[in-house]
Each structure stands twice: as C-alpha cells, then as structure tokens.
C-alpha cells in the first residue's frame, strides 16, 4: 500500500491558522444570539454556538464588527456603490448578504468556502441577479456577476493578482480592501508587499485593516503564547507594536492613514447602541474589557485618484 506523504512543517502552520477563523466566527455567531448585532445569516455559516462567551469578549466583537461596518457603509456612501469590495482572509464573512442590494459590482472574498449554493437564504441574493446557470462553481472558487470567492495565498501577489484578474476585478473602480486579523500571520515583508500591491494596481482605493496593536506589553505577551500553544504564529506581530507602526501604508504608495485602537473607537460608536448592548449582560470586570480593546485597532488607509473624498471617511467625535 502506497503511504501517504508526509505533511509539511508549513501545511500544518497554514491550518492552525486557517481555523482562527472558526474561532472568530464562533464568537461572532454567539455575540449575534445575545443580540449584541443581527446577523441573520451567520447560522448558515457557523452551526456550533461553542460554550458561552464571556461579556468582555462578546463586547470587544460588537466593537470590531460595529467599527469595521461604519468604514464599510461610508465608504459605499461615498462611492454610491459604484465600486468593489474585497475581503482578504475573509473567513466565514456574511458581509455580502448584508450589502446584497445595494452593491453595483463585484465582493470578492479572498478564501471562504463553497457551501452558498445550497442554502436557499445564501443563494437566492446570487441567483436573483443571474440565472443559476450563471454561477460557475469549482473545488475552490465561485464566481457570479455580484459574488465571488477565490481561494488564494495572499503572501503570493502573482497568484492572487492572476486569479482577481481572471475573476474580472476592475483596477479603475474604487475598490476597498477589507482585513480583518489576516495581515498578522503574515510576516511584515509579506503584508507589505501585499499592501503595495494594492496601492500600486488600484487607481481609488480604500484599505481597512483590524488587528493587533500594543503587543509589546505583558497582555500581548500572552496573547501571543495563547496562539503559540495552538501552533499558530503570529508573524506579523513586529508591525503590531503601536499605533504608529501603521505609518507602513504611507511608505507603500497610500496617500494618508488613520488608526485608533479599539477603546478610541468603542467611545465613539453610536452611544445610544452602545448603552443597549451594555445592558444586555453584566460586566464585573471592565478592567479586562478596556485590556482588550486595547490591544486592537482599526486601521484605514486612501488613495483617492478619482477626488471622491473618500479621506473624509472616520468616526465623528
Ligand atoms: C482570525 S481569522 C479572521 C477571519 C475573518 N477575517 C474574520 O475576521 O472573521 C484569520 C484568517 O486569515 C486567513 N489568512 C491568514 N493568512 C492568509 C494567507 N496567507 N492567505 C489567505 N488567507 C490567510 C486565514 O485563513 C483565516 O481565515
């Protein structure tokens, strides 16, 4: 019997870091059922609720989702949809149902998986704009006139360059690049090949990346030997150290770059949301919840050739 090769060092590291995103979206299925957000689509994604979350953690999701959404839906003002969005290392993301009616092109998620087609509430957003026949499936991909999903390693430009092109992304459109804790496992030579890329290939763009910052503390520490212990590295922590580390975008072609962590941006999310979802469960601890959000930012990088104003877009104080 032949035996089966044997698994690389690296295919096992790749995993380990593939499954962060059931982790994510485990908690973000469990932030929806407390009512944190509605996400009536999520159940199609995530069957498992996993055991129950704690408030500081179920808070510090509502933060990111909330904060990622706000840059989302002023960017779609701006550009009234005419543009595309693409979601790198999207994991399990149901952004594009939210957004099914209102998108003019493309949202290209940069690694999902290819389940869409048989869930009537996935599905039927896809097939009303096309035949079904319009959709063309393979092991790794699914392309339809508003939808697709490649699968590609972002640490190889040309690949994934090959595939966008191949799924007729338009480089003059202004197109948003959504990452969400994706930019961290990859080294920051990489990260900044990939975000030069995409300064470089599109003409108006918008870049927002969610992730660690201050990890050079004793809390970062220990949240990079909790990922460690599942053999999960975070090679990008370099460029994690401080708010400041996010001036790579302006030496990789980006016109201007804003970044706050998280505890900036709790405080200046709709106040009145965030006085209902802190009565949906009590928190004993706050120092715990202000430790995390702390430790993660958003970040959002322009580069406006078309003069749509789009460095405009932030959070109002
Ligand atoms: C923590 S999960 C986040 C998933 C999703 N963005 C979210 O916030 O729910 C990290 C994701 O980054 C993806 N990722 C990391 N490195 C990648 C690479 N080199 N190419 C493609 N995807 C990558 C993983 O597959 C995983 O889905």
Same mark, same amino acid.
Not at 208 to 226: H, K, S
């Given at each position: ?5 044997? %698994?690389?060092?690296?295919? &096992?590291? #790749? ?7 059931? =982790? ?7 932030? *929806? ?5 509605? =996400? ?112 590609? #390693? ?32 990859? *080294? ?6 990939? %975000?030069?890329?995409?300064? $470089? ?7 927002? $990346?969610?992730?660690? %910052? ?11 030997? $909790? ?11 370099? &460029? ?16 201007? %770059? ?6 900036? &941006? ?38 406006? *050739? ?12």
């Amino acid at each position: 019997m032949a035996s089966r090769p044997p %698994v690389a060092d690296s295919d &096992v590291a #790749d995993e380990a870091v593939r499954s962060t995103c059931d =982790d994510a979206s485990i908690c973000k299925r469990f932030a *929806t059922s407390q009512g944190y957000w509605t =996400d009536p689509y999520i159940q199609y994604f995530v069957r498992q609720m996993g055991e129950r979350k704690a408030p500081e953690i179920n808070r510090g999701y509502y933060a990111r989702v909330q904060g990622m959404s706000h840059l989302l839906d002023a960017f779609l003002k701006r550009t009234q949809c005419d543009c595309q969005v693409v979601n790198l290392g999207a994991g399990l993301d149901t952004t594009f149902w939210r957004l099914k009616v209102c998108l003019n092109y493309k949202l290209i998620v940069v690694f999902l998986y290819h389940f869409c087609r048989t869930k009537p509430p996935l599905s039927k957003p896809l097939i009303e704009t096309h035949s079904a026949d319009s959709l063309l499936l393979d092991g790794h991909n699914l392309d339809s006139d508003r939808y697709c999903i490649i699968g590609a #390693d972002l640490r190889d430009i040309s690949s994934l360059e090959e595939k966008l092109r191949k799924f007729q992304i338009i480089t003059e459109l202004p197109t948003l690049f959504l990452s969400e804790c994706v930019l961290v496992y990859m *080294t920051p030579e990489q990260s900044s090949r990939l %975000v030069h890329w995409v300064a $470089n290939t599109f003409h108006t763009a918008m870049f927002i $990346n969610y992730e660690q %910052v201050n990890m050079a503390d004793r809390f970062g520490q220990v949240m990079i030997e $909790n990922l460690q212990s599942r053999q999960c590295n975070l090679a990008g922590v370099d &460029v994690c150290q401080s708010l400041d580390s996010q001036e790579r975008f302006l030496l990789t072609g980006w016109e201007s %770059v804003n970044a706050l962590d998280m505890m900036a &941006v709790y405080g200046l999310l709709p106040q009145e949301d965030i006085s209902r979802i802190e009565r949906l469960e009590f928190l004993d601890e706050k120092e715990l919840l202000h430790q995390l959000l702390q430790h993660y930012s958003i970040c959002w990088a322009v580069k406006d *050739t078309l003069s749509l104003g789009i460095s405009q877009i932030g959070f109002l104080p």
